[in-house]
């Protein structure tokens, strides 16, 4: 039998949203944490530390990502480490958010005047305060278009945990497609749920810029 | 305390490199207790670099340097214990510019003397009075003019109790009408005997405060001499291709 693509057929799309909304999420906060220790790392004093950042940038700027979550849930368990589905999808958005956002930081942390973190250290202050009370408030507001623009096209991304068989909002609809046979309609209401998700952040992420560009 | 009868500040054969190019040759210098030094010469003959050295801000290669007695350490290790008690005054203010007036002034405080929210609170009020600024505390830098924001930053270093003032041409970055309440402002710190390094070109600040004028070119001290002698007999500033300081009393400088 041959189901219409109905209210309980975009409730089921819908559900699978949900999952691209807690993935993106879960992806940026553990991938903005991560992203924070690059950031710093890539503008340490250490070289050793600043060429492993750079390194590290290069591989998830550099690879594609559907490459990058095979890599995890596939090569990982070969390693020795069974992962479930959600957990290696987690894991390779969050890697993957890391890259991008280690990058985008270290140039809002470059971006603060060198007089800053001068008036800092000749007041006394250590690494720790210099960097949480001076540069990264500072930082962050500089790097926060970029970083919304960044989130917007991490949501968009989850898409590929699709491919891994992960019932997010893409493979939400590719079943509703299969059994409805409606793909055309399926696909809008999916890429409808897309923007919904996107549509507020690119308007807040071009607010933000705005902003920041008339306080010059 | 054994410290007490050393210099305030000590500056032993220094010299110092960027790169191949020379900025500082062979500098000694001693500042006493309670001295005010004002440094002057041409541009890029290493004034800011000297005082930069002080509170290491910039490394030398060469040399001692020692502040209260204490050698900063060839790897920096002590260059946070120095910088605590020797604050510094910029060109461009270098105000936090996400923090209110009282919030510049309450920050390193909290940090380093670990002292509480109110303690701190008081103390950069009574400083903010002291430059004649406490109706301004709750505004942010950019609300705030070049002449408040300095004031706000010579606060923000007294707040640390310094017992060295460093002062890197602190009023030339000022529109002219502001030059006088920020040199006001410093020559009552003077007055209240803190010990103070200041490069300016305001000679008649040099006239009305400095113990000593102190002359550099291309890295070295050319001349060292009390401001009557200075501005009445230049030997080493004769020389035809350096420029005389401005001999005449500039704006502001009556205590
Ligand atoms: N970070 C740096 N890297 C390389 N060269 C530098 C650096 N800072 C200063 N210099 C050079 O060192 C020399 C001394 O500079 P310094 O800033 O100490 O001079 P100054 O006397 O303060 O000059 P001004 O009156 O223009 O402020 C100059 O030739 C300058 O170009
Ligand atoms: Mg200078």
Redesign the interface.
């Known amino acids: 039998m041959i189901r219409e693509f109905g209210f309980p057929e975009l409730l089921f799309v819908l559900e699978g949203a949900r999952w691209t909304i807690l993935l993106s999420a879960l992806a940026f906060v553990c991938g903005g944490a991560l992203g924070l220790a690059v950031a710093l790392a890539r503008t340490a004093r250490s070289r050793e530390l600043r060429w492993g950042a750079t390194v590290y940038i290069q591989i998830f700027q550099g690879t594609p990502l559907l490459i990058q979550l095979f890599f995890v849930f596939f090569g990982l368990p070969l390693l020795g480490l069974q992962l479930n589905v959600w957990l290696a999808v987690t894991i390779g958005l969050a890697l993957h958010a890391s890259g991008y956002l280690g990058e985008i930081w270290r140039g809002g942390i470059q971006a603060v005047p060198a007089g800053q973190v001068e008036a800092a250290r000749a007041l006394g202050l250590g690494y720790r305060s210099v960097m949480i009370d001076v540069v990264l408030p500072q930082a962050l507001r500089i790097s926060l278009p970029a970083t919304v623009g960044f989130l917007v096209n991490l949501v968009k991304g989850t898409a590929l945990a699709a491919l891994l068989g992960l019932t997010e909002a893409t493979r939400a609809g590719q079943l509703m497609s299969n059994i409805t046979f409606e793909p055309l309609r399926v696909y809008s209401a999916v890429g409808l749920v897309y923007f919904a998700i996107c549509l507020p952040l690119t308007l807040w992420s071009a607010r933000l810029e705005r902003r920041l560009l008339r306080r010059g | 305390m054994e410290q007490s009868a050393a210099p305030a500040i000590r500056l032993e054969h220094v010299s110092k490199w960027f790169g191949k190019l020379k900025v500082l040759q062979d500098v000694d210098l001693t500042v006493n207790r309670g001295e005010h030094i004002v440094l002057c010469g041409p541009s890029g003959s290493g004034k800011s670099t000297l005082i930069r050295c002080i509170?290491r801000?910039e490394e030398v290669q060469e040399g001692r340097i020692l502040v209260d007695g204490v050698e900063l350490r060839g790897d920096g290790r002590n260059a946070?214990?120095i910088?605590?008690h020797?604050?510094?005054v910029?060109q461009?203010f270098?105000?936090?510019?996400?923090m209110t007036a009282l919030e510049n002034c309450m920050?390193?405080p909290r940090?380093?003397h670990r002292i509480g929210k109110d303690e701190a609170r008081a103390r950069a009020m009574g400083h903010l009075e002291r430059v004649h600024l406490a109706d301004h505390a709750q505004k942010y830098p950019?609300q705030l003019s070049g002449g408040q924001q300095q004031r706000v930053?010579i606060a923000?270093?007294l707040c640390?109790n310094p017992d060295i003032l460093l002062f890197d041409e602190p009023t030339s970055a000022l529109d002219p009408e502001m030059v006088k309440e920020v040199l006001d402002t410093m020559v009552e710190l003077a007055d209240a005997g803190i010990t103070m390094i200041c490069v300016t070109h305001e000679m008649g600040f040099a006239r009305a405060v400095a113990h000593r004028v102190i002359f550099m070119d291309r890295g070295e001290i050319l001349e060292s001499a009390p401001p009557e002698e200075f501005f009445s007999a230049p030997p080493a500033r004769t020389r035809p291709d350096l420029p005389r300081p401005d001999p005449q009393p500039l704006r502001g400088a009556s205590p």
């Open positions: 509170n801000l946070e214990d910088r605590r020797v604050g510094m910029f461009q270098n105000l936090f510019p996400h920050l390193a940090r380093i950019a930053a923000r270093a640390m």
